[in-house]
T-cell receptor, first 110, second 115 residues
Framework: QQQVKQSPQSLIVQKGGISIINCAYE??????FPWYQQFPGKGPALLIA?????SEKKEGRFTISFNKSAKQFSLHIMDSQPGDSATYFC?????????FGAGTILRVKS | KAGVTQTPRYLIKTRGQQVTLSCSPI?????VSWYQQTPGQGLQFLFE???????NKGNFPGRFSGRQFSNSRSEMNVSTLELGDSALYLC??????????????FGNGTRLTVT
């Protein structure tokens, strides 16, 4: 119940395309859903986060879509750029606990 | 503001040895969390310290331990190292709980290799 399932494991997108990464959870106690971006040799950095009282949050080219009834949330990267190539982690949290997905390696081809 | 600093960056140890990793959080941050990152497993939560007290613990054996000092700096210790402990160990600091809107700020990690 504490797991967060993330898919796909890896993703290749053409420059200018839309990258979509999906996550699913079981524990309905989760009330905080952040996405982290990690470049090689660096620690993850917070990209964008959402709470379940909204269905969508957009920050620049990055959008989180949240479906509470399906217990799923996704990250959309619009107009994907080669500089977006990184590993993306979704996470879900409640209280002081934060559980991460296994990560998605995104490669944007120029 | 200086970011989260982890030392050392790389470590090579032998099975059975013990190791201590160090983390200096961002100034003013009282929460320090530790994660283990391995390929395919993502980020596995080890423990979190807040004001010198362990507030949360993940599902790792007792060989993994940590502590936090009064200046919020934290250390993580792994005893009786096993080959499977080879991983990137990440430290993250935050003002308060990451789930209450205080984002986690990660260091660049310590790469531990056990031979």
């Amino acid at each position: 119940q504490q797991q967060v399932k993330q898919s796909p494991q890896s993703l290749i997108v053409q420059k200018g395309g839309i990258s979509i990464i999906n996550c699913a959870y079981e524990n309905t106690a989760f009330d905080y859903f952040p996405w982290y971006q990690q470049f090689p040799g660096k620690g993850p950095a917070l990209l964008i986060a959402i709470r379940p009282d909204v269905s969508e949050k957009k920050e620049g080219r990055f959008t989180i879509s949240f479906n509470k009834s399906a217990k799923q949330f996704s990250l959309h990267i619009m107009d994907s750029q080669p500089g977006d190539s990184a590993t993306y982690f979704c996470a879900a949290g409640y209280g002081n606990k934060l559980v991460f997905g296994a990560g998605t390696i995104l490669r944007v081809k120029s | 503001k200086a970011g989260v600093t982890q030392t050392p960056r790389y470590l090579i140890k032998t099975r059975g040895q013990q190791v201590t990793l160090s983390c200096s959080p961002i100034s003013g941050h009282r929460s320090v969390s530790w994660y283990q990152q391995t390929p395919g497993q993502g980020l596995q939560f080890l423990f979190e310290y807040f004001s010198e007290t362990q507030r949360n613990k993940g599902n790792f054996p007792g060989r993994f331990s940590g502590r936090q000092f009064s200046n919020s700096r934290s250390e993580m210790n792994v005893s009786t190292l096993e080959l499977g402990d080879s991983a990137l160990y990440l430290c993250a600091s935050s003002l308060d709980s990451a789930t209450r809107g205080s984002p986690l700020h990660f260091g660049n990690g310590t790469r531990l290799t056990v031979t």
